[in-house]
């Protein structure tokens, strides 16, 4: 494994587990946030429930309520005026004064009949009048006939849905001794009346039937509050009863219970029980259970989407109280309104994005961090073997002549005169090594100056000639500078940056064009702009030297040693101190035909 890569394994290792907790976390917290977001939806559509089943319940109360206030003898048509209550079961004399039932003409749209049937087994209506009692109730109260003949298809509807048998064992399993004690009844001759506000009979069934079932606490409260609101309802009315059952002599009854919910054969029924010293008579309410229907969604349009809201039948073995009504043995099946959509993301949302871009953002930045200390070092490592090595062979080549003149082992004149001149370019190499080294140290702590003067072009290039030519010649070059601007454009510029530029672009060029050919250096006027192009008959720049040209020591020591002389940081320099002219420095064209470096200048 290459030692540069190690930074890179332990960072990627590091991040990998860091954005592995922070993704865990998120997917955590993103849960909880949704768990909790569910239970508040949940919570709402629990409170919209109880809403609706405490406004049916209450609208209910008052119907069961109603039937509970009234006496049993309302049952026949027509009850003899001041016995009511001792002879409401026996049969009508001659000499009696009739007084109608008030349930002959029912009002309740939510009631199809009320009937009763006797321990015989006969079935009977208040609203179905026949014979004597027919005539007395048309010429006393004028209702129509219409009404009693609906009355009496019910009457006959009611007993072909079931018989006097199986009503009797439905009230037989209802009001069993057991469940009668806890009721609200109210009770004749020796049996005191009860003082309990227990719920009513089917309820009560339906509550202890669930000996397994765990009710939650507050639903569980729920129903116990809204059934005891029925029964104190229901416990007054019959306390009323029981008064005035109290005032009237030679008391025959013995027990009137209240009226308990049952489904019968799909049919929705009130039953109670009359029990007197010549049997047991069964008093029942029909109702009409889709306008029930009809009444109670109408109740709860705000709360729950009727459309699709309805009810379950139930049984004295429900077990599960979440949604039953305590007036009727019904189970609520809810269909919930569409939330609305929620507008936007929310908070906590928001605020993950923003903790993950910034994760990223701490990512990327480390890894450009690291990045530029593993590009720092191995720029600094390259440069300290490319500097070694450029150094190496000019302070040999010092030490090596220098103890030969010192020592006198060079005698002849020319010698010495060839090992000065080596000497010489030695010196000029290292100095202008230097200088880049230096120019360029100070450009990247921007602690270089340049001082702007105005200059003609054809200024700057004799100002550099010199130099150029000198470059020029010790590679066996020949050197042409051309100036095509005629004296027209003149610069403000930093004459030192502009020949540092040219002298670098030159020894670029006297390096590695071929020998015995021709570097040309041209300037024109291009717009308001001064270009200076240097031109050399070289082999061109290969593709892979190009994509690292301008690049700071670019060059490895071993490219150095095994190539031309240099560290790779003299077009870098040169670039920058074109830019920090204002203008710039650009490959423009290489090939086998040569090359061509363009220098872009601003006007003054």
Aim: include cysteine; charge should be neutral; glycine fraction near 8%.
């Amino acid at each position: 494994m290459r030692r540069e890569h190690l930074p890179w394994l332990l960072l990627t290792a590091c991040l990998g587990v860091w954005l592995g907790v922070l993704g865990w976390t998120t997917c955590t917290v993103l849960r909880l946030d949704e768990s909790e977001h569910k239970a508040r939806l949940e919570a709402s559509r629990e409170e919209k429930v109880r809403l609706a089943l405490w406004r049916m319940d209450s609208f209910l109360a008052g119907l069961v309520s109603q039937e509970n206030s009234r006496p049993y003898h309302h049952y026949r048509p027509l009850f003899p005026a001041g016995a009511a209550y001792n002879r409401m079961l026996s049969n009508i004399s001659k000499d009696d004064v009739l007084i109608p039932s008030p349930l002959m003409n029912p009002q309740n749209p939510e009631v199809k009949l009320r009937f009763q049937v006797s321990p015989e087994g006969v079935f009977s209506s208040p609203q179905v009048p026949s014979g004597l009692t027919w005539t007395a109730t048309k010429d006393n109260n004028g209702l129509p006939e219409e009404l009693f003949k609906q009355g009496q298809a019910r009457l006959n509807e009611i007993g072909n849905l079931f018989t006097a048998k199986e009503l009797a064992a439905t009230c037989s399993a209802i009001f069993t001794t057991e469940n009668t004690a806890g009721t609200n009844a109210w009770w004749g001759n020796d049996i005191q009346v009860s003082n309990s506000k227990a719920d009513i009979p089917v309820l009560r069934q339906q509550l202890e039937a669930g000996n397994n079932y765990a009710i939650p606490q507050q639903q569980a409260a729920e129903l116990n509050t809204r059934r005891n609101l029925l029964n104190k309802s229901n416990y007054s009315k019959g306390m009323d009863q029981q008064q005035a059952y109290e005032t009237q002599p030679d008391r025959t009854l013995q027990l009137v219970t209240q009226f308990a919910p049952v489904w019968v054969k799909d049919e929705l029924l009130l039953v109670r029980q009359v029990v007197t010293k010549s049997g047991t008579f069964q008093q029942s309410v029909w109702l009409d259970w889709p306008q029930v229907r009809r009444e109670l969604l109408e109740l709860i349009p705000d709360l729950l989407a009727v459309p699709g809201t309805d009810f379950r039948p139930t049984g004295p073995n429900h077990t599960d109280p979440r949604r039953l009504l305590a007036s009727l043995p019904l189970e609520l099946v809810p269909a919930f309104l569409a939330e609305p959509p929620a507008e936007g993301l929310s908070p906590l949302v928001w605020s993950l994005g923003v903790a993950w871009v910034l994760a990223l953002a701490g990512v990327a930045g480390l890894g450009l961090m690291l990045r530029g200390v593993l590009v720092l070092s191995e720029r600094r490592a390259t440069f300290v073997s490319a500097v070694t090595h450029e150094l190496r062979t000019p302070l040999t080549t010092f030490q090596l002549y220098a103890e030969m003149l010192a020592e006198g082992m060079v005698p002849e004149e020319s010698k010495r005169r060839e090992y000065l001149r080596t000497l010489q370019q030695e010196a000029i190499r290292l100095s202008h090594l230097v200088e880049n080294v230096l120019g360029f140290s100070q450009l990247e702590q921007g602690g270089k100056t340049q001082r702007r003067e105005s200059f003609a072009v054809a200024e700057l290039l004799e100002r550099s000639e010199g130099r150029l030519r000198m470059r020029t010649e010790e590679a066996g070059m020949s050197f042409i500078w051309k100036d095509l601007s005629s004296g027209e454009l003149r610069l403000r510029t930093d004459a030192g940056s502009v020949e540092q530029i040219l002298l670098n672009l030159v020894d670029n060029a006297a390096k590695y064009a071929t020998p015995g050919g021709t570097i040309r250096v041209e300037a024109a006027a291009e717009g308001r702009r001064a270009v200076i192009r240097v031109v050399d008959a070289g082999p061109g720049v290969s593709p892979s030297v190009r994509k690292k040209l301008f690049r700071p020591f670019s060059r490895s020591a071993e490219e150095a040693a095994g190539g031309k002389p240099g560290v790779g940081l003299g077009l870098a320099l040169s670039r920058q101190l074109a830019r920090g002219l204002g203008g710039d420095l650009e490959l423009e064209k290489t090939g086998p035909e040569g090359t061509v470096f363009k220098v872009t200048l601003p006007a003054g």
